[in-house]
């Protein structure tokens, strides 16, 4: 997810001013995460969520993903497994594994779920646990 223009303007204003400015988190909707209304509740009432962020902190996330896009195809020579959502609200799924699978040489192994965002949140999580398991080469 991204921030409108207008506030991009903003965050670029205070790093120069006040890097320190907070900006809304522009995730602050417990459903783009979860359907398990349960945990959307957790949410809701966790008095640790975030948000707010730093200019300074928005600035270096943007930073991040610079650096990822201006990697070399092909640097990960690691194994590499990408779980992706199918009901997912907050990444672009298509451009995620674009970009995985170039940075892995085409070699990453993929996995799916039909869920939301945060898997870990779906009122089964077996299948994401066997396929963490199939990752670290535990479940094979």
Same mark, same amino acid.
């Given at each position: 997810?991204?921030?409108?223009?207008?506030?991009?303007?903003?965050?670029?204003?205070?790093?120069?001013?006040?890097?320190?400015?907070?900006?809304?988190?522009?995730?602050? /909707?417990?459903?783009?995460?979860?359907?398990?209304?349960?945990?959307?509740?957790?949410?809701? /009432?966790?008095?640790?969520?975030?948000?707010?962020?730093?200019? +300074?902190?928005?600035?270096?996330?943007?930073?991040?993903? $610079?650096?990822?896009?201006?990697?070399?195809?092909?640097?990960?020579?690691?194994?590499?497994?990408?779980?992706?959502?199918?009901?997912?609200?907050?990444?672009?799924?298509?451009?995620?594994?674009?970009?995985? +699978?170039?940075?892995? $040489? $085409?070699?990453?192994?993929?996995?799916?779920?039909?869920? /939301?965002?945060?898997?870990?949140?779906?009122?089964?999580?077996?299948?994401?646990?066997?396929?963490?398991?199939?990752?670290?080469?535990? $479940?094979?």
């Amino acid at each position: 997810m991204d921030v409108p223009f207008a506030t991009k303007l903003a965050v670029a204003a205070s790093l120069l001013l006040c890097p320190r400015k907070r900006f809304a988190i522009p995730l602050n /909707d417990v459903e783009l995460f979860t359907s398990n209304e349960s945990k959307r509740q957790y949410l809701r /009432d966790d008095p640790l969520r975030l948000h707010e962020a730093t200019a +300074q902190f928005l600035y270096a996330s943007w930073q991040l993903d $610079g650096m990822l896009r201006n990697l070399p195809a092909g640097c990960l020579t690691m194994p590499v497994t990408l779980l992706l959502a199918r009901r997912d609200r907050i990444i672009d799924n298509a451009t995620t594994l674009a970009a995985v +699978q170039r940075l892995a $040489g $085409g070699r990453a192994r993929v996995e799916e779920f039909d869920a /939301d965002h945060t898997l870990e949140f779906e009122p089964a999580p077996q299948p994401l646990h066997r396929a963490l398991a199939r990752a670290v080469g535990a $479940g094979e």
